[in-house]
């Protein structure tokens, strides 16, 4: 790992610096991803995200931006960060704090500081606990270094997650790290320390006093993750997730099952939710009270629903018809739901042959298309009017197709005509 992208960054940014130090003599620090992205050899791009800490407080930060800034937003400021976007860049920059949850409280508790040092060591952990200060000058950008006082960069080179004070230290200020572990570990390919492990273990029930949206939060950036099982591993061997999701939990030797089928599908979060979810009965309402978005919660519940069906269906042999049926029925889910069922039973040679067949028919013709005739199409070449009749022409077209595969205008109208011919006849002979 080398200093050479940490001091390009530095360079890109000193009119960042050069603001904050004529405003005041105010120091600015990157810290956060984009110091692990440049260690790792990423340059920083012109539009690249980052966030920054300062000695400065919010309400000065948001004086110095002020005018400079392209765009200013404040939301955060009673948690000391000022977001902005100058050009492309949108940076965020939090006054150097500490914030640790009171006894039975759902909110942190913020206080500022004029420490770097004491701001480091309240970050998560020490992969996150570097940073380097932003220069004034040009030629101070010749000299940055970074500043590392946990080995955050040993452990990152060494693929190593800890914290920076005792993890039951860190865990009991914030409960919402043990999440950001599980989200780590997932995202960067990391193992847990031990001793972080055991805090997990012996802390996983301070989760209570975390709201829910933030702890949906860190789980849907877990699920976003290229590999998300590790970290859904850890949360699950220490108890975590049986916190959040104690529903998961119920299901006795299953529970485990849903964490073991993350990886084997694809990053959309409604069908990761459904997959971690797995063991659970009712995925829509159990997603619903985590506070995942109503529409990721109802196709999570869809594609479960979807993919059961799909195992259940496979097992009386993958005729052509009941993968139209299944497919209808499901609608656009069906790929995730695919999925799913393959990652739940990929053993299983009813399910393969039924996912094969599946895939087969989709390149063949439209599993989705309409009717080839409409309720008014259907009035005037039966010449009858509305009422229920139509409806049960349009079912039978329907089955008709899922029978035998898409019919043109002219067949349908046809076998419309060999149907409503014998009904006649069977009705004159009632």
């Given at each position: 790992m080398s200093l050479q992208t940490i001091r390009s960054a530095a360079a890109m940014l000193v009119p960042w610096g050069e603001r904050f130090a004529a405003a005041g003599g105010w120091r600015l620090y990157v810290v956060g991803g984009a110091v692990r992205s440049l260690l790792g050899g990423t340059p920083l791009g012109p539009d690249d995200e980052v966030d920054m800490t300062t000695d400065a407080r919010p309400e000065t930060v948001r004086?110095?931006?002020?005018?400079?800034?392209?765009?200013?937003?404040?939301?955060?400021?009673?948690?000391?960060?000022?977001?902005?976007?100058?050009?492309?860049?949108?940076?965020?920059?939090?006054?150097?704090?500490?914030?640790?949850?009171?006894?039975?409280?759902?909110?942190?508790k913020v206080t500022y500081g004029r420490d770097l040092l004491a701001d480091l060591t309240r970050r998560d952990f020490t992969i996150g606990a570097?940073?380097?200060?932003?220069?004034?000058?040009?030629?101070?950008?010749?000299?940055?270094?970074?500043?590392?006082p946990f080995a955050g960069r040993d452990d990152l080179a060494a693929g190593r997650l800890r914290t920076p004070r005792s993890a039951d230290l860190s865990f009991g200020e914030d409960p919402l790290r043990m999440l950001r572990a599980g989200r780590f570990v997932a995202t960067l390919g990391l193992s847990a320390d031990p001793d972080l492990e055991v805090a997990m273990r012996r802390l996983r029930g301070r989760l209570a006093i975390v709201s829910v949206e933030r702890c949906?939060?860190?789980?849907?950036?877990?699920?976003?993750?290229?590999?998300?099982?590790?970290?859904?591993?850890?949360?699950?061997?220490?108890g975590v997730l049986d916190e959040i999701i104690p529903e998961v939990g119920h299901a006795g030797r299953n529970a485990g099952a849903g964490v073991a089928l993350l990886d084997s599908v694809a990053p959309e979060e409604?069908?990761?939710?459904?997959?971690?979810?797995?063991?659970?009965?009712?995925?829509?309402?159990?997603?619903?009270?985590?506070?995942?978005?109503?529409?990721?919660?109802?196709?999570?519940?869809?594609?479960?629903?979807?993919?059961?069906?799909?195992?259940?269906?496979?097992?009386?042999?993958?005729?052509?018809a009941a993968v139209r049926r299944w497919a209808v029925d499901t609608g656009d889910a069906c790929p995730a739901a695919a999925q799913l069922a393959a990652a739940a039973a990929p053993d299983d040679p009813g399910v393969v042959?039924?996912?094969?067949?599946?895939?087969?028919?989709?390149?063949?013709?439209?599993?989705?298309?309409?009717?080839?005739?409409?309720?008014?199409?259907?009035?005037?070449?039966?010449?009858?009017?509305?009422?229920?009749?139509?409806?049960?022409?349009?079912?039978h077209l329907e089955e008709l197709r899922i029978a035998a595969g898409p019919l043109d205008g002219g067949e349908a109208r046809r076998r419309l005509s060999e149907w409503w011919e014998s009904g006649r006849e069977n009705r004159g002979a009632g």
């Open positions: 004086r110095v931006l002020g005018g400079w800034a392209d765009t200013v937003w404040t939301q955060g400021e009673r948690f000391g960060t000022v977001g902005c976007r100058r050009q492309n860049r949108i940076v965020e920059i939090t006054t150097h704090r500490a914030e640790i949850y009171a006894e039975g409280s759902r909110r942190p570097m940073a380097f200060e932003v220069p004034a000058t040009a030629e101070g950008a010749g000299t940055v270094e970074l500043i590392d949906t939060r860190e789980l849907s950036l877990l699920l976003a993750a290229e590999s998300p099982g590790a970290g859904a591993e850890l949360l699950a061997r220490t409604s069908l990761r939710l459904a997959a971690l979810l797995w063991p659970v009965p009712d995925v829509t309402a159990v997603a619903g009270r985590l506070r995942f978005p109503g529409a990721v919660a109802r196709r999570a519940g869809q594609i479960a629903l979807a993919a059961r069906s799909l195992l259940d269906s496979a097992g009386d042999g993958p005729g052509h042959a039924f996912v094969d067949r599946w895939r087969q028919l989709r390149s063949e013709e439209d599993l989705s298309a309409a009717s080839p005739l409409s309720g008014a199409e259907v009035m005037a070449h039966l010449g009858i009017d509305a009422g229920p009749a139509v409806g049960a022409a349009l079912r």
